[in-house]
């Protein structure tokens, strides 16, 4: 694979913006204590709630996240974050310092589909990944399936993440708020009646003065640096109303976000800026017969712009821009008859989008947008029965329609059947086995670009050119609690075939010299077989808590493109979170977390060789080098405050990267002209973010 000078110093430019443009960092932190954490299921099950006894939330592999338990998980700028935390736990992988969302069992984060009250957001994280859309104090809980994803679900191959705003009234207005070096947000509780409550919070950053302060220099070489300035802020917002009466609830979500990034680098020609945004809008209906019976309808909006921007050298202006918007409606029923237990309904949704394309403004024939839309339909149903207290099945099937126009503007369908199937069975009291199969599709697919979390990704309907994804997954698990339930392991072990899989030929670059490029050309697929195995042991009870989790996995990609099989983007050998914390059960809460993750695979640069006079790279096999292995330790310390006429008060300490290691977030390559030796030398360098990074931050309830 070659590419002459131009190419070279275009792709150097954009991987240098993209280092840039990452600006957060946020520990990823997860803890449990006695009673902030109880092992719940069946395999794979865990329930981070305050409680005093175990609370069965039903026979699925999935983890749940409540509000309460969020609150007692460790702190780093002042708040914790959900996304993060749940990337502690096996199956859900560590990629890098800025990743982009999550990575489950080796798949992309966009196989994930995330929705927040039914509506689903397509990048649910902040510049950088340090931060999710999510605000804490506004939601109840967060829930993620995997091993097996409920019918109810479709459209993604890997997992859902449900998110779920507050439904509690309180008796009077409250409020809570938090502080940081890099952050600040707040969420007002105003009941309006016994039966109904409002819900408002808002969350703004200020973080260019810490960037300045701590963001390392990359070094291109021994004599030279490199030093680029930035400006970043982003906020969200969050409406909610809830009422219920008697038999019926009605919920009302709204929520918006927006990020802006502007950098000017300190060497010639290259400046941007970046700005993308969330909007998701739902209206839920919920009817209960009775506590087994009740009837579920959601109406819902949700739409994604960006906006890159680039001056580079005489180009004035170099925009690329995308949107994606979804409305749909979703009806569910619920029911029990005896010992079987049941759920069916129907969904369907719109899909009106402009493809990410380049945009010269002062240029004649710049490549148009062509906007697409689709349509798809689905009806599902499942069925679990209870053969004993100690076995039980669930057998499901989802059918869907997707509608679309051909290429001659005709109305054309595609149609895939998903089965799914889940068999737990309790040899004892300290020993559960559990057992799924099942089959997904996904018509909405996501090129990936990069992991970091930079939104250079792009998504494509399925079309004529363009197939949808599908996956055929197994997985069989254990766990085994021990020592009078004090200590639980888990065992889990995952295969995943995957079709249709998209990775970026790296030809957006090249949109600079063709405009008109088919955006087909911009991608390359194949297939791809994702297995490993994941191990957690942990300790559940007394004063020091914690776990280690390890999943060592394969993902591989053959594409059409290549001869043999490649390490996918996503592909993590061996990942290890451990997480300590220890409770004095006085004033004062501690807590440590150490993540080591294999590097990212990536593609170096060979050599340089000339051409006549044009100087070329040439690179190794794709995906054939790895970063270096990524390792961090966090620390956090919150003291307990008592505050006059406040409710609760709370000061955490944390810092991030305690013994400054360097993670490259990426690998570039530099072109030198040598004056003496009248020669082109290559220089190779990684970029990094931070070295370590404290902060302090404080919590008020009132």
Not at 257 to 270: C, F, H, Q
Not at 560 to 576: C, G, N, V
Request: net charge positive.
């Amino acid at each position: 694979m070659h590419n002459p000078l131009p190419f070279v110093f275009m792709r150097r430019v954009s991987h240098i913006l993209m280092v840039g443009f990452i600006v957060l960092a946020h520990s990823i932190y997860a803890q449990e204590t006695k009673d902030s954490i109880s092992k719940q299921y069946d395999l794979d099950v865990f329930e981070f709630a305050i409680k005093k006894e175990p609370m069965k939330i039903g026979d699925r592999q999935s983890y749940s996240l409540s509000l309460k338990s969020i609150e007692q998980l460790p702190q780093m700028f002042g708040s914790t974050d959900a996304l993060r935390t749940l990337q502690l736990l096996p199956g859900v992988q560590t990629v890098g310092e800025a990743s982009s969302g999550l990575y489950v069992e080796g798949c992309n984060p966009s196989q994930t589909l995330v929705l927040l009250d039914n509506a689903p957001v397509f990048n649910p994280v902040h510049l950088g990944g340090f931060f999710s859309v999510f605000n804490n104090d506004h939601f109840d809980d967060f829930n993620l399936q995997k091993n097996f994803i409920s019918t109810e679900y479709g459209g993604r191959l890997a997992a859902v993440l449900t998110v779920n705003s507050q439904t509690n009234i309180p008796k009077k207005i409250t409020t809570d708020a938090n502080v940081s070096v890099l952050m600040s947000n707040a969420t007002v509780r105003v009941p309006l009646n016994k039966k109904s409550v409002i819900t408002l919070s808002g969350r703004t950053s200020y973080v260019n003065p810490i960037l300045e302060l701590f963001a390392p220099r990359n070094k291109l070489s021994s004599r030279s640096e490199k030093k680029a300035t930035l400006q970043y802020n982003f906020y969200d917002l969050n409406l909610g109303y809830f009422y219920s009466s008697g038999k019926n609830e009605l919920k009302f979500s709204l929520y918006t976000g927006y990020d802006n990034a502007v950098m000017n680098l300190s060497e010639k020609y290259m400046n941007g800026y970046l700005q993308w945004e969330n909007t998701t809008a739902s209206l839920n209906w919920k009817y209960k017969k009775d506590d087994t019976n009740s009837l579920n309808q959601t109406v819902y909006y949700s739409s994604y712009n960006d906006d890159l921007s680039l001056s580079l050298g005489l180009i004035t202006e170099v925009n690329f821009v995308s949107s994606l918007q979804e409305v749909g409606y979703k009806n569910r029923v619920f029911g029990e008859i005896q010992k079987l237990k049941y759920n069916f309904g129907f969904d369907y949704l719109y899909r009106f989008m402009k493809p990410q394309c380049l945009e010269i403004p002062y240029l004649s024939g710049t490549q148009q947008a062509l906007s697409t839309s689709s349509s798809e339909a689905a009806l599902s149903g499942e069925l679990t029965y209870s053969f004993s207290e100690k076995l039980n099945a669930t057998l499901g099937l989802r059918g869907s329609l997707y509608i679309y126009e051909d290429s001659l503007l005709n109305i054309a369908t595609k149609a895939a059947f998903e089965p799914r199937f889940n068999l737990n069975y309790e040899f004892s009291k300290t020993l559960k086995w559990s057992f799924s199969a099942q089959q997904q599709v996904q018509y909405l697919n996501q090129v990936m670009n990069s992991t970091i979390g930079f939104p250079t990704n792009f998504w494509i309907q399925t079309s004529d050119e363009v197939p949808f994804q599908k996956s055929q997954s197994l997985s069989l698990g254990m766990e085994k609690r021990l020592f009078n339930y004090e200590y639980s392991l888990l065992a889990n072990v995952f295969y995943r075939k995957l079709y249709n899989q998209f990775e970026s030929t790296g030809r957006i670059i090249e949109l600079l010299e063709k405009p008109d490029i088919d955006p087909v050309l911009r991608y390359r697929r194949g297939d791809g077989d994702n297995y490993g195995v994941e191990l957690l042991v942990q300790k559940k009870y007394g004063k020091l808590t914690g776990w280690v989790a390890y999943t060592l996995s394969w993902a591989w990609r053959k594409f059409d493109d290549f001869e043999k099989k490649t390490p996918a983007i996503s592909d993590r050998r061996h990942d290890l979170n451990m997480v300590l914390t220890y409770d004095t059960r006085a004033k004062w809460d501690f807590s440590a977390s150490f993540v080591l993750a294999s590097g990212t695979p990536t593609t170096f640069a060979s050599g340089v060789y000339l051409v006549g006079e044009m100087p070329m790279t040439d690179y190794a096999e794709y995906n054939s080098n790895r970063l270096p292995t990524y390792h961090r330790l966090d620390i956090s310390a919150t003291r307990k405050l008592k505050i006059k006429y406040v409710q609760e008060s709370k000061l955490n300490f944390s810092i991030y990267n305690v013994y400054g290691r360097l993670n490259p977030l990426m690998y570039s390559s530099q072109l030198m002209y040598g004056a003496n030796t009248k020669e082109f030398r290559a220089s190779w360098y990684y970029h990094s973010l931070f070295t370590l990074l404290p902060s302090i931050g404080l919590k008020l309830k009132f």
